[in-house]
């Protein structure tokens, strides 16, 4: 079994940065795309960024240039480092490891609030 833990949001001002980080519990880590997801109010929930096992990396539009994600296989953990966020960035971002390429399951942290604020 799986389990995701998410650390790092807060409230920041714009122009910020924050890191957060998702604990991975669990074995075969990197049998998983790691990915970072995030839902607004009245929004739906959006793919931010993605990382495979072997780094390739994919990221939403429009936080390209502004946000990376980043994998350690040693401590199973996965980053995402944002940077000059926007009052847009406010949401509940939320950890993803999806391991049905390789016949595992998809798996869900329960979600760490970014608040972007003046």
């Known amino acids: 079994q799986v389990q995701l833990v998410e650390s790092g949001g807060g409230l920041v001002q714009p122009g910020g940065s924050l890191r957060l980080s998702c604990v991975f519990s669990?074995?075969?880590?990197?049998?998983?795309?790691m990915g970072w997801y995030r839902q607004a109010p009245g929004k739906q929930r959006e793919l931010v960024a993605s990382?495979?096992?072997?780094?390739?990396?994919t990221y939403a539009d429009s936080v390209k240039g502004r946000f990376t994600i980043s994998r350690d296989h040693g401590k199973k953990t996965v980053y995402l480092h944002v940077n000059s966020l926007k009052l847009e960035d406010t949401a509940v971002y939320y950890c993803?490891?999806?391991?049905?390429?390789?016949?595992?399951?998809?798996?869900w942290g329960l979600g760490s609030q970014v608040t972007v604020s003046s």
């Open positions: 993803n490891a999806n391991g049905r390429n390789n016949g595992k399951g998809d798996y």
């Open positions: 669990g074995t075969m880590f990197t049998f998983y795309v």
């Open positions: 990382i495979t096992s072997g780094g390739k990396t």
